[in-house]
């Protein structure tokens, strides 16, 4: 497994990131980090051997929390705030309907089936209403739906009435227009970035996510394809012909490459132009990236100056550990029994501490004994506290005494001890010019994008009535 991120990398949680109980400190369930927050890489490890864990710090919370690599994303990578997610309930906060006819009263609940972050007039959702066709409804008219299923189930059949207070809205299906190669590209691409499928392998959930981020994609660079800039790029035929043979070279032969474009709608020609789309928005957004200020020395002392907390890579332990719960509901987890049960284990680690992994597969009531107690590489914070401080305690090869959590008994194992490092000015120079040239270059493309978005017309007309 590489890391996608490294440390100091600035990233976006793309999901709320709620206590699933291992944060010390705050009731299970509590919403810890809001989604769109940023914070900086402090720690990279592992957690069961096969997933990626980063420590974040976020610092307008001030808290380090453990994130997976597939919630987050490079800060500078396109990111729009919206209130609502795929699969939130949601309730109308107006009555809704389309060229004055009403469709949906106030109140009704239905679930987001897309976010539509790019729309007109600002975020935009398809939203379900159980017995009504799916509309397009802005992020105003909408609000969190009630809990306790008191809003109106939306069931009904729509009232024939014309209010002038009524929002105007669009009707959206995916089905109703054949569409293009170049889109049917983007599919295939958000599919095999994502998932590692072709679209025939995807289910419904997975199609929606495809879809929302091939129309973001799409989008964008059709935008930046009705530019001059873009008019004035050419990109060489062998440049093409290498980006058609590196697809190709993915298959065993030609006919099975030829299979995969058929059954994905696309054919050689029709990749051949969705690839050329590609690579003039590539080349325009890299001219565009080229016009921001250079980076120089006083920018880079500057930024290591400010950012020290970026440069210093905590303590960390390798870990096991072995659990017993303590429930006085079944009488081999009530305290005492729990207690002597985790008791007769200490004392044959005593005899035999090299079978701690063994023992831990044998005995242990957390599902890390699967993997034989490993809990990967720990930084400060991400363990219960009573564990926290007893295991940075331990040395290498050391097996603690009976630690009490609020979840049960707990036996430490220490594998491995790396101490807090610094990294120096001069060894940090080369990421630091270059975390300072990619933020200024993407700085510039968004600025230069937001640009052509305001001048563009507006693709779908949403008013009052």
């Not at 987050?72 to 389309?98: C, I, K, Y």
């Not at 609940?109 to 959702?125: K, M, Q, T, W």
């Not at 590609?278 to 080349?283: H, K, T």
Request: with cysteine.
């Amino acid at each position: 497994m590489r890391p996608q991120y490294d440390y100091g990398d600035e990233v976006r949680v793309l999901r709320n990131v709620r206590n699933d109980g291992t944060f010390p400190g705050e009731p299970t369930g509590t919403l810890l980090i809001r989604r769109g927050s940023t914070g900086f890489v402090k720690d990279v490890g592992t957690f069961l051997q096969d997933q990626i864990i980063y420590s974040v710090h976020f610092l307008d919370s001030d808290r380090i929390v453990g994130c997976r690599e597939e919630e987050l994303q490079p800060v500078d990578a396109p990111w729009t705030p919206s209130r609502f997610e795929f699969r939130d309930q949601v309730a109308t906060s107006r009555p809704l309907g389309v060229e004055g006819r009403v469709m949906v009263d106030t109140g009704e609940v239905g679930e987001v089936i897309r976010v539509l972050r790019d729309h007109p007039g600002g975020v935009a959702y398809h939203v379900h209403f159980p017995g009504r066709n799916t509309l397009i409804v802005p992020e105003a008219a909408l609000t969190e739906a009630p809990e306790d299923d008191t809003a109106s189930s939306g069931t009904g059949p729509p009232r024939q009435t014309t209010t002038t207070s009524t929002m105007t809205m669009s009707l959206s299906y995916a089905t109703q227009q054949e569409p293009s190669s170049e889109y049917r590209y983007h599919l295939l691409r958000a599919a095999t970035e994502r998932f590692q499928s072709g679209l025939a392998g995807l289910d419904e959930e997975q199609m929606q996510q495809v879809e929302r981020q091939a129309q973001q994609t799409f989008d964008l660079e059709s935008l930046v394809l009705s530019t001059s800039e873009a008019r004035d790029t050419l990109i060489p035929e062998p440049r093409l012909d290498d980006a058609v043979t590196e697809i190709r070279d993915r298959y065993p032969d030609a006919a099975a490459f030829a299979a995969e474009l058929d059954a994905n709608g696309l054919d050689e020609t029709a990749l051949r132009g969705a690839l050329h789309r590609e690579l003039v928005f590539d080349a325009v957004m890299q001219r565009i990236g080229s016009r921001a200020e250079p980076v120089n020395e006083t920018d880079e002392r500057l930024f290591y100056e400010l950012h020290h907390e970026r440069f210093t890579a905590p303590e960390r332990r390798g870990a096991r550990h072995i659990l017993i719960t303590i429930n006085e509901e079944y009488a081999e987890n009530g305290r005492e029994a729990a207690r002597a049960r985790i008791d007769q284990i200490a004392a044959a680690l005593k005899k035999r501490p090299e079978d701690f992994g063994k023992l831990a597969q044998a005995h242990s009531e957390c599902p890390t004994a699967m993997q034989q107690g490993q809990l990967g590489t720990i930084a400060r914070g991400q363990l219960y506290p009573e564990l926290d401080a007893v295991l940075f305690t331990l040395e290498p090869g050391q097996i603690s005494g009976v630690v009490e959590s609020e979840i049960g008994l707990h036996l430490l194992l220490c594998e491995m001890a790396e101490p807090v490092t610094t990294v120096t000015f001069e060894q940090a120079r080369t990421k630091i010019h270059a975390i300072l040239d990619t933020r200024r270059r993407r700085e510039c493309q968004k600025s230069w994008i937001a640009a052509l978005k305001q001048q563009a017309p507006p693709r779908t007309e949403v008013s009052t009535a």
